[in-house]
C-alpha cells in the first residue's frame, strides 16, 4: 500500500540553501528522506505500529551539533529500508537500495554508524532496531497527517511505477542521492499548517536572492511575489502566536516594499497579535481572497522549479493556498508594463473578470421632430414657442437615429418614459448643441471658476445642473446648499390653499403656480446629521440627492426644497451618490464596501453590489444606464451590470484610493483618477487599460469629458485644472493588441504630448468639474487659505 501525497511532484521540501549567509537550522520534525515510493509504502503499511510509536515518542528533541541533513537522511533511509527487510517486502527494499546506492553495505552497520549519534529522539547507545522504530515513527507519523489517515493501494510488484517516482540518478553524497528532487519528510510536512517559525525570515531570503539574482526578463515578473509572501507570512506567523519572530521579520523586510503599499504595510504593522486580526476587516479579506499575480509561463516555471530543489514548502504552501496564479504564454512583462497594472489590495485583475461582453453602445433616442429657430436668437427662452414654428428635422437628432451595433437592446433594462417637459428640454438641449464650440488643440475650452468663498462650513461635494442653471454644495456641518447661478431666482411652489385658486388651464400655470415670495438666489436644506459627502441633481432639475456620513441618502424636491425621502440601506458613512441620466434610478457606495442601485419610488435597494474589499469611494453610471462603475480604496475599479449585478469588468493600476470616474459620451472609454497624482484610461469593450496621464501632483477628484468626448479635463487637489487631448490619448489603438492571451498592451509615454493646458487658481482645490451644452467649463472647490 502506498500513500498518495496530493500533487507529489508539486509539493517541495525544505533544504538548506547554501548560498545563504547562515547555516539553516533544521526543521523542528527531522526530515525523513528517502525516494518517495519506498518510504510511502512502508509508511502505509506500517501506520498501526508507527503512529503508536508516534503517540509514545513524545515531541522529538531539537538536533544535536552533530547531526547534519546528510546524516539524518541518511539514517532515515536506513530505518525504512530495515523496516521493509522485516516486512518481507524483499523487492521495495532492493529497488530503493538501488536507487539510494546502497546496494553492498552492511545495513546494521550503517545503522550504528557515528551519524547516528546525534539523531534526534535516538539515542547512538540504542541498537538498530530502536533506532529505526524511532525513525519510522515519525515518517508513520508524518504521512498520517499528510494523506488524513487514508491509504491508496499500489502494485509493489511494478516496478515501472516505483522507478517512475523514484529519485532520478544524481550526485552521490554519503551514500545518499538527492541534491535537487523534494524529500519524502518534508513534503509530508508541508501539509502542516504552519512550518518553523524561526525559519520564516530565512525562506524569504533565500526567495528574495534568487529573484533578485534571475535574469531582467524574469526578474520584474517574479518580484510581484515580495509583497503577497511578506504579507500572508507575516500574518501566518501573527496568527500562529509567534509574535516576536512576526515583529523580526516586519522590520528585516517591510522596507524592501514597492511605495505604493506603504498604507497597507501601516496597517499590517498595528496587527501584532491574533485578536487584532478578527477586527480588521481588510486584513482578514486579504487572507481570504486569493491576491492575483500575472506571471508568464517562463517565469512561473522558474519559480517552481526553484522552490523545489530548494524545498521551499512554506512559500509553496502559501503559493498554492492564497495565490491565484495567472499564467499567459508568451513574452514575460517588462517592469513598466508591471508597474502600470499592479497596485491593488488583491494584485490583478484576472483576464477572465474582463471577458464578459459589455453593451457599451448608446441607446437610440426617441423619435421626435426637432423645431429649429430660423432667426438668430428669438425665442431661444420661450420654450413653448419654437413648437408652433414649420418643423424640420435637426441634423443633430438624425445623428442618432442608427442603432450603435454596441448598444444594450432598448427595452434591456425598464427606463422611465419621457414627459413632455422631457421631450421640451431635450428640444431646447439639441438647439444648444447647434451652437456648441468644436473643441480641439487649437480651440480650448475657457474656464469659468466658482470659488466658494469663506466656506467655513468646509465644502465636501459639489454638482451642477445639466443645463448649468443650478449649483449645489454639500457641507461638513451637514447642510445642503442650493445657488442659481442664472438671473433666474430659486422659488417655492406656493402652499396648497393658494395653488386650489389657480386656473389649471391656462398657458402660464407653472409661472403662476410659483410663490415670488421665495424667491432667492440660496437656498438651504436641513436635515443630515453628519457631513454630506456626495450631491446629484437629476436630469429633470425637479429633484436632488445627497448622501451623508450619517448613513442615509436623501431624495429633496427643488420645486419645495424639502426632504421627500430618506434610503436607509448603508450602515455606515455613504461616500457618493448619482443619478441615472435618465432618472428615476440612483447609485449609491459607502464605507460598508458596496454598492446600492436604488430607484426613488423604492425605500429598498433594488441591487446591492458586493466586491470591493474597501471603502467605495465614488460611483458613476454609464450614459446608456446600463451599467454602473465604482471606484473604491482598494484602487481597484468596477463596471457592474444593472440588469443582474454582475461584476464586469475589474481595472487595477491605480496606487492609492480612487476618487473620480467619467465615462466619455460615446460609452466606449473611461477615466479613472486617484490619489496617486494619475488619471488612467480603460477601452470597455476590450477590458484594458489604453493610457495614463501624467502630470498633477495631489489626488484628482474631478474629471469629465466635453460633450463630445476631444478633451478630457481634470481637477486636482493641487489647485490645478488640466486639459488633455482624449482624440489623440484614444485614436490609432491597435485592437489587435487586445485580443492577445497576454491582455496587455504597451503604454506610450505621451503625457506631455497629450496635455493641452495647466490652469491654476490662487489656493483652491478643483472638487467638481462640468462642461456646458455649449462647452464652456465650469469648476469649482473652496478656497483654502493654507
Given at each position: 500500500m502506498a500513500a498518495v501525497a496530493e500533487e507529489p511532484a508539486e509539493v517541495v521540501a525544505v533544504k538548506p540553501d547554501p548560498e545563504a549567509e547562515t547555516p539553516p537550522q533544521p526543521p523542528a520534525a527531522p526530515p525523513a528522506t528517502a525516494a518517495p515510493p519506498a518510504p510511502s509504502a512502508a509508511a502505509a503499511e506500517g501506520e498501526a505500529a508507527g503512529s503508536a510509536g508516534a503517540a509514545s515518542s513524545g515531541k522529538p528533541s531539537a538536533p544535536g551539533p552533530a547531526a547534519s541533513p546528510a546524516a539524518l537522511d541518511r539514517q532515515t533511509l536506513v530505518a525504512v529500508l530495515q523496516f521493509l527487510r522485516r516486512s518481507n517486502l524483499r523487492e521495495s527494499e532492493e529497488i530503493l537500495r538501488r536507487e539510494a546506492r546502497l546496494l553492498g553495505e552492511d545495513l546494521g552497520t550503517a545503522a550504528l554508524s557515528p551519524a547516528g549519534a546525534g539523531l534526534p529522539g535516538a539515542p547512538g547507545s540504542e541498537g538498530d532496531a530502536s533506532s529505526s522504530e524511532a525513525l519510522l515513527s515519525r515518517v508513520t507519523a508524518a504521512a498520517a497527517i499528510?494523506?488524513?489517515?487514508?491509504?491508496?493501494?499500489?502494485?509493489?510488484?511494478?516496478?515501472?511505477?516505483?522507478?517512475?517516482?523514484?529519485?532520478?540518478?544524481?550526485?552521490?553524497?554519503?551514500?545518499?542521492?538527492?541534491?535537487?528532487?523534494?524529500?519524502?519528510?518534508?513534503?509530508?510536512?508541508?501539509?502542516?499548517?504552519?512550518?518553523?517559525?524561526?525559519?520564516?525570515?530565512?525562506?524569504?531570503?533565500?526567495?528574495?536572492?534568487?529573484?533578485?539574482?534571475?535574469?531582467?526578463?524574469?526578474?520584474?515578473?517574479?518580484?510581484?511575489?515580495?509583497?503577497?509572501?511578506?504579507?500572508?507570512?507575516?500574518?501566518?506567523?501573527?496568527?500562529?502566536?509567534?509574535?516576536?519572530?512576526?515583529?523580526?521579520?516586519?522590520?528585516?523586510?517591510?522596507?524592501?516594499?514597492?511605495?505604493?503599499?506603504?498604507?497597507?504595510?501601516?496597517?499590517?504593522?498595528?496587527?501584532?497579535?491574533?485578536?487584532?486580526?478578527?477586527?480588521?476587516?481588510?486584513?482578514?479579506?486579504?487572507?481570504?481572497?486569493?491576491?492575483?499575480?500575472?506571471?508568464?509561463?517562463?517565469?512561473?516555471?522558474?519559480?517552481?522549479?526553484?522552490?523545489?530543489?530548494?524545498?521551499?514548502?512554506?512559500?509553496?504552501?502559501?503559493?498554492?493556498?492564497?495565490?491565484?496564479?495567472?499564467?499567459?504564454?508568451?513574452?514575460?512583462?517588462?517592469?513598466?508594463?508591471?508597474?502600470?497594472?499592479?497596485?491593488?489590495?488583491?494584485?490583478?485583475?484576472?483576464?477572465?473578470?474582463?471577458?464578459?461582453?459589455?453593451?457599451?453602445?448608446?441607446?437610440?433616442?426617441?423619435?421626435?421632430?426637432?423645431?429649429?429657430?430660423?432667426?438668430?436668437?428669438?425665442?431661444?427662452?420661450?420654450?413653448?414657442?419654437?413648437?408652433?414654428?414649420?418643423?424640420?428635422?435637426?441634423?443633430?437628432?438624425?445623428?442618432?437615429?442608427?442603432?450603435?451595433?454596441?448598444?444594450?437592446?432598448?427595452?434591456?433594462?425598464?427606463?422611465?418614459?419621457?414627459?413632455?417637459?422631457?421631450?421640451?428640454?431635450?428640444?431646447?438641449?439639441?438647439?444648444?448643441?447647434?451652437?456648441?464650440?468644436?473643441?480641439?488643440?487649437?480651440?480650448?475650452?475657457?474656464?469659468?471658476?466658482?470659488?466658494?468663498?469663506?466656506?467655513?462650513?468646509?465644502?465636501?461635494?459639489?454638482?451642477i445642473t445639466d443645463d448649468s442653471s443650478m449649483i449645489v454644495g454639500g457641507f461638513a456641518d451637514s447642510t445642503v446648499r442650493v445657488w442659481s447661478v442664472t438671473p433666474k431666482k430659486l422659488r417655492s411652489v406656493k402652499a396648497a390653499a393658494d395653488l386650489s385658486l389657480i386656473d389649471k388651464e391656462s398657458d402660464d400655470v407653472l409661472e403662476r403656480i410659483m410663490d415670488e415670495k421665495t424667491a432667492s438666489e440660496l437656498k438651504i436644506l436641513y436635515g443630515h446629521s453628519g457631513p454630506v459627502y456626495g450631491t446629484s441633481f437629476s436630469p429633470d432639475r425637479n429633484y436632488l440627492l445627497s448622501c451623508s456620513e450619517d448613513g442615509t441618502v436623501r431624495l429633496w424636491s427643488l420645486q419645495t426644497f424639502t426632504c421627500?425621502?430618506?434610503?436607509?440601506?448603508?450602515?455606515?458613512?455613504?461616500?457618493?451618490?448619482?443619478?441615472?441620466?435618465?432618472?428615476?434610478?440612483?447609485?449609491?457606495?459607502?464605507?460598508?464596501?458596496?454598492?446600492?442601485?436604488?430607484?426613488?419610488?423604492?425605500?429598498?435597494?433594488?441591487?446591492?453590489?458586493?466586491?470591493?474589499?474597501?471603502?467605495?469611494?465614488?460611483?458613476?453610471f454609464h450614459p446608456n444606464s446600463n451599467y454602473i462603475a465604482t471606484g473604491s480604496a482598494d484602487r481597484t475599479v468596477r463596471l457592474w451590470d444593472v440588469l443582474n449585478g454582475n461584476c464586469v469588468r475589474i481595472f487595477t493600476g491605480h496606487k492609492g484610493p480612487i476618487h473620480s470616474l467619467a465615462f466619455s459620451p460615446n460609452g466606449r472609454f473611461l477615466a479613472t483618477g486617484a490619489t496617486d497624482g494619475r488619471v488612467l484610461l480603460w477601452d470597455i469593450g476590450h477590458g484594458l487599460m489604453v493610457g495614463e496621464l501624467k502630470g498633477h501632483t495631489d489626488t484628482i477628484y474631478a474629471l469629465r469629458f466635453s460633450r463630445d468626448g476631444e478633451i478630457l479635463a481634470s481637477g486636482s487637489m493641487d489647485n490645478t485644472v488640466r486639459l488633455w487631448d482624449a482624440v489623440k490619448a484614444f485614436e490609432d489603438l491597435e485592437t489587435d493588441d487586445f485580443t492577445t492571451a497576454t491582455g496587455h498592451i504597451n503604454l506610450p509615454e505621451n503625457s506631455q504630448d497629450l496635455l493641452l493646458g495647466t490652469y491654476m487658481t490662487k489656493s483652491t482645490p478643483v472638487v467638481h468639474l462640468h462642461f456646458t451644452r455649449r462647452n464652456l467649463l465650469l469648476a469649482a472647490g473652496a478656497y483654502s487659505s493654507q
Open positions: 499528510a494523506i488524513g489517515g487514508s491509504v491508496a493501494p499500489v502494485a509493489s510488484s511494478s516496478p515501472g511505477v516505483a522507478a517512475a517516482a523514484a529519485v532520478p540518478p544524481g550526485k552521490v553524497g554519503g551514500g545518499v542521492v538527492v541534491e535537487d528532487q523534494p524529500d519524502v519528510s518534508a513534503v509530508l510536512s508541508a501539509y502542516n499548517q504552519q512550518g518553523d517559525p524561526t525559519l520564516y525570515e530565512e525562506y524569504y531570503s533565500g526567495l528574495k536572492n534568487f529573484i533578485e539574482c534571475s535574469l531582467d526578463c524574469h526578474r520584474a515578473e517574479l518580484s510581484q511575489l515580495f509583497y503577497p509572501l511578506f504579507v500572508h507570512m507575516y500574518l501566518e506567523l501573527v496568527y500562529n502566536q509567534h509574535e516576536s519572530e512576526a515583529k523580526s521579520f516586519f522590520e528585516r523586510f517591510h522596507g524592501d516594499q514597492e511605495c505604493y503599499y506603504q498604507d497597507d504595510l501601516r496597517v499590517l504593522s498595528s496587527l501584532t497579535k491574533k485578536e487584532h486580526m478578527k477586527g480588521n476587516e481588510t486584513m482578514l479579506d486579504f487572507r481570504t481572497s486569493k491576491f492575483v499575480l500575472r506571471i508568464s509561463r517562463d517565469s512561473y516555471q522558474l519559480l517552481k522549479r526553484h522552490l523545489q530543489e530548494k524545498q521551499n514548502n512554506q512559500i509553496w504552501n502559501i503559493v498554492q493556498e492564497h495565490l491565484y496564479i495567472d499564467i499567459f504564454d508568451g513574452m514575460p512583462r517588462s517592469k513598466q508594463q508591471i508597474d502600470a497594472m499592479v497596485g491593488s489590495l488583491a494584485g490583478e485583475a484576472k483576464r477572465e473578470a474582463n471577458k464578459a461582453k459589455v453593451f457599451f453602445g448608446l441607446l437610440k433616442e426617441p423619435e421626435f421632430d426637432v423645431p429649429l429657430d430660423d432667426e438668430d436668437e428669438e425665442g431661444e427662452n420661450e420654450e413653448g414657442k419654437p413648437k408652433k414654428k414649420k418643423p424640420k428635422r435637426d441634423s443633430v437628432g438624425s445623428k442618432s437615429k442608427k442603432q450603435d451595433p454596441n448598444a444594450p437592446p432598448q427595452n434591456r433594462i425598464p427606463l422611465p418614459e419621457l414627459k413632455d417637459s422631457d421631450k421640451l428640454d431635450k428640444v431646447m438641449n439639441m438647439k444648444e448643441a447647434a451652437r456648441r464650440v468644436r473643441l480641439g488643440p487649437e480651440c480650448l475650452p475657457s474656464i469659468c471658476f466658482y470659488t466658494f468663498l469663506n466656506a467655513y462650513q468646509g465644502l465636501t461635494a459639489v454638482d421627500l425621502v430618506g434610503y436607509k440601506g448603508h450602515n455606515y458613512p455613504v461616500w457618493d451618490t448619482q443619478f441615472s441620466p435618465y432618472g428615476y434610478y440612483f447609485v449609491s457606495g459607502g464605507h460598508d464596501r458596496v454598492a446600492r442601485l436604488w430607484a426613488t419610488d423604492h425605500y429598498q435597494p433594488l441591487r446591492i453590489f458586493a466586491g470591493h474589499l474597501a471603502d467605495v469611494t465614488c460611483t458613476r
